[in-house]
């Protein structure tokens, strides 16, 4: 029989369910999302319009051996092409590469998101043309999906636009949650996010002026390399603020890189115990002049054949493993903290230690009040407020798995508050898989971290479509 597959989702996840499942000839496959003309792209590697100053600007959050070894390979083989995209942009990323690209260890880069995003997209063009070739229809619908209905015989799918299809499986890959929101953050200088409202902030900045970044996440690194971008940097008056009040651990590799081996055995009653025993030996490979990226390379690499339930037996208290594993591991873009840090010796960023509450605008002013280490009520006033958070607790998940969790086909992790999904990324709706960076449980098997991580997300797919054993 010809079976007919939907994909709901035009990113990175969506682009693995399409090009890593097993077709027969005659079958059909749809892809549908809002830039399903980009398929493979989605937020985090979107192209930026070819003009303006911040293209290129966004970098991978780790090395690109990290994120995609194909990639890697391909940045080395296409060096010339990168260098003369890359040539006399600001900031200045080729010369950040220097150390690395001098003895040729490109797979040490932090490539432009825009760029990977090309590879991505590329990759699953020439993949779907190969399925068609085979005998297999590859339609893509722009559109949004709003619902899926389990009939009697075959699944609808039903857009925003009115269409609908019929077909036996469907794989929703929407994304993750959006920034938590904070009260104030839309107005005339105060943004919810940075993506989307570049021009904006750029006009804003356009005959100087400073800016407060409420968060030290990766976006919050983004932001300072877009005002990088339209500002010189002697003019960028730039202020993140976050609880902490500190900035990731840049994720360096060092000349001779090698993954720290954690020799962790046995197993541990509760959370709490594994967290200690893996602090404890990431310290002393710290202490042994392990860098930070190697050992959370490590990290990833203890889970790679053995599954965080393996260590934690207990279902509930490897759920409570995600969340704090995941922050104790959490680094950064190596330029852009680099950046940060140079900047900061000469006046021209700063971070500051404070719990946010709420932003007021004025009229040519946002004031973003906080309180201190100290309890104390403060404020900080800039020509432009951007609120770079992150997802928080606020669980703010695209509408279709908000009715999905609602509808509890998927369902949140009480302990991790990622969410949970059955063996493959089968939900409760036969016929229908889930996957997405929030995710932390599949099935029986608890995640060590979630899958905030391309080349996590892309295993996990590949697993669910039986071509990849091990994480
Ligand atoms: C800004 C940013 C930077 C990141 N940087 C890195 C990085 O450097 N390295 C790394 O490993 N990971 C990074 N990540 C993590 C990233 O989430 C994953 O790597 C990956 O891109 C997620 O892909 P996805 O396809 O699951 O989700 P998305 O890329 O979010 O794609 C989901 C798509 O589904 C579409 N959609 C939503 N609802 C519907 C609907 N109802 N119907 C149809 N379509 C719908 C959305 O429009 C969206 O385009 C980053 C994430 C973000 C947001």
């Given amino acids: 029989m010809d079976n007919h597959h939907i994909i709901i989702g035009d990113g990175l996840s969506a682009a693995e ?19 399903v003309q980009d398929i493979g792209r989605g937020i985090a590697y979107a192209k930026a319009p070819s003009e303006v100053p911040w293209r290129f600007a966004y970098l991978l959050n780790s090395p690109s051996r990290s994120v995609d070894t194909d990639f890697a390979h391909w940045m080395k083989e296409n060096w010339e092409l990168l260098e003369s995209t890359m040539s006399k942009r600001t900031p200045d990323w080729l010369s950040a590469a220097t150390p690395y690209s001098s003895v040729g260890d490109i797979a040490s880069l932090n490539a ?5 995003g090309d590879f991505l997209h590329a990759k699953t063009l020439k993949a779907m043309e190969q399925l068609s ?38 794989d929703v890959a929407t994304g993750g949650p959006e920034n938590q929101r904070i009260e104030g953050d839309e107005s005339d200088r105060s943004f919810p996010q940075l993506f989307g409202n570049e021009h904006r902030i750029a006009e804003l900045l356009d005959k100087g002026g400073d800016i407060v970044c409420i968060g030290a996440s990766a976006a919050m690194l983004d932001c300072l390399r877009f005002c990088q971008s339209i500002q010189s940097e002697s003019n960028v008056q730039f202020t993140a603020i976050s609880p902490k009040g500190t900035l990731f651990e840049p994720l360096r590799p060092s000349p001779n890189f090698s993954p720290t081996k954690f020799n962790l055995n046995g197993t541990f009653n509760t959370a709490e115990e594994f967290l200690l025993a893996i602090k404890t030996l990431h310290k002393q490979a710290l202490d042994a002049g392990a860098s930070f990226y190697e050992t959370r390379v490590g990290m990833r690499e203890l889970f790679a054949y ?44 700063r971070i500051v230690a404070g719990r946010v509450e709420r932003i007021e605008n004025r009229k040519k002013v946002s004031s973003v009040v906080f309180t201190n280490a100290m309890q104390q009520r403060q404020s900080l006033s800039a020509s432009v407020v951007v609120n770079c958070a ?12 908000r009715r999905m969790l609602k509808d509890q086909w998927i369902s949140v992790c009480e302990h991790s508050g990622g969410i949970i999904v059955g063996e493959n990324g089968n939900t409760t709706i036969p016929g229908v898989r889930y996957l997405g960076p929030a995710v932390t449980s599949i099935g029986e098997k608890v995640e060590q971290v979630p899958l905030y991580d391309a080349s996590r997300l892309r295993q996990a797919v590949q697993r669910f479509n039986h071509l990849h054993n091990c994480d």
């Fill in 133 to 170: 070739i085979s005998g297999v229809s590859v339609r893509r619908v722009q559109s949004r999906v709003d619902k899926i209905q389990p009939t009697e015989t075959a699944l609808s799918v039903i857009t925003a636009d009115g269409q609908q299809f019929h077909a036996q499986t469907v």
């Fill in 306 to 349: 053995r599954s965080l339930n393996e260590f934690v037996p207990k279902l509930s208290e490897a759920r409570k493993v995600t969340r704090p594993l995941f922050t104790h591991f959490e680094g950064g873009t190596r330029d852009s903290i680099d950046d940060f840090h140079r900047l900061m010796g000469s006046g021209n960023t």
């Fill in 112 to 116: 432009p998101r825009e760029i990977y």
């Fill in 17 to 35: 369910f399409a090009t890593s499942r097993q077709y027969t000839a005659g079958d059909t496959l749809t892809i549908i999302g809002p830039d």
């Fill in 390 to 401: 992150g997802p928080g607790s606020q669980n703010r998940f695209d509408p279709l798995t």
